[in-house]
């Protein structure tokens, strides 16, 4: 049964964190032309240091808390976890189900400013026949959620999200949205959840077995991606190998983690001007306190190495496919971008596809316009 929960931070944790944030000893970064704003090297001196004497003198973390419990959120114990989430029922006499599944180094908070639009459209202008009773749970090991004993994967993940949507909610039905692990999650429900009609993408998280690329445009997009995950790839490696050795660093330096993971929001986002055009600080330091104040740096990690070895269930055959429709959000950045359609098409019944010119990973913060009308869009079929 969901049990009612509301985020209540103490100010001793709040203090602990921003005393830490004062007391960082600031170190060198290379230095020479055009290097002062570069973010080649990985997280940027300059803005690192602007967004910590922010973070320390305006920065109100209660103020965003409040933000956090806007939405009625609840607790359910599924698979021994106690899985945090968002449940916003929506208009009219027959909203539609729909999950929203976060990634890495994501959390509820990319969502929480679409969730009265795709519940409440008639709220903002739209129509009440386009609403989803929403949901949007934190993963496993991440923020509010309760922690696995053990690293685990994106399969066993959307095993317990079905679970919750099918057999603790009675939604059954349900379409699930995701990008980065959320994809991944989602891609697993489209594949074998029991309660799941429909999947939306807006990255390539889950694919057929022993599947190459055949055509000229898919070895060419394949050698792009790989050149590009060479680059920026580090933190996988790291992240799915030895998370428990970079732990020990992000679990004691608040600013350590937000370098990681700002990093992350600056390289795989849209940036064309000022990262600031694209996210507030605002924005980018209430993400980063969700890992802080629950302590979940470490246990969000281990969802790379649990990718790896949480082998649970029937191996998937070559060839095998999501056969639930599914609709494709192609947003021109990011990490690894969509292979073309012919390839993805091979690994999924794809029934809708949108090519957007803007925007990139954290779509739903980027581009909350187009990501709102693409999911309405797509669950029209479905009415």
């Not at 998280?205 to 790989?226: C, F, L, M, N």
């Amino acid at each position: 049964m969901p049990q009612p929960f509301r985020i209540e931070v103490s100010q001793a944790t709040i203090n602990a964190i921003l005393r830490k944030v004062r007391s960082y000893e600031w170190h060198e970064a290379p230095q020479g032309p055009g290097l002062e704003d570069s973010w080649a090297y990985g997280a940027n001196l300059k803005y690192m240091r602007e967004l910590c004497r922010y973070w320390v003198e305006n920065y109100d973390w209660f103020h965003w808390q409040d933000e956090l419990n806007r939405f009625a959120q609840f607790q359910a114990e599924v698979d021994g976890i106690a899985l945090h989430f968002y449940h916003e029922p929506g208009s009219g006499t027959a909203p539609l189900p729909l999950i929203l599944s976060h990634g890495w180094p994501g959390s509820v908070f990319e969502f929480l400013h679409i969730i009265d639009r795709l519940a409440h459209p008639e709220r903002h202008g739209g129509d009440v026949r386009d609403a989803f009773t929403v949901i949007v749970p934190s993963l496993p090991g991440y923020g509010f959620s309760g922690k696995p004993v053990r690293p685990i994967s994106p399969r066993t993940i959307a095993r317990m999200f079905d679970t919750l949507m099918t057999d603790v909610l009675n939604l059954p039905g349900y379409i699930a949205q995701g990008g980065d692990w959320g994809s991944a999650v989602s891609g697993w429900m489209g594949y074998e959840g029991k309660g799941c009609r429909a999947i939306h993408l807006n990255m390539m998280g889950w694919r057929t077995p022993a599947d190459a690329p055949q055509s000229e445009e898919e070895k060419e997009h394949a050698a792009r991606a790989e050149q590009l995950f060479n680059m920026e790839g580090a933190y996988f490696r790291e992240q799915s190998t030895k998370p428990q050795t970079l732990s020990y660093a992000m679990m004691d330096s608040p600013v350590g983690a937000c370098a990681w993971i700002v990093e992350k929001f600056y390289g795989w986002s849209d940036i064309r001007s000022d990262f600031e055009a694209v996210y507030s600080k605002d924005q980018l330091l209430t993400n980063v306190m969700i890992y802080l104040v629950t302590r979940s740096f470490n246990t969000a990690t281990w969802l790379y190495r649990g990718l790896f070895e949480d082998m649970s269930g029937e191996p998937v055959p070559p060839g095998a496919r999501i056969e639930r429709p599914v609709a494709i959000a192609r947003f021109p950045v990011d990490l690894i971008p969509f292979p073309p359609r012919s390839q993805v098409e091979r690994s999924m019944n794809v029934v809708r596809w949108s090519e957007f010119t803007e925007g990139g990973h954290f779509a739903a913060l980027e581009r909350p316009d187009d990501i709102v009308y693409d999911i309405q869009s797509f669950g029209r079929g479905f009415r």
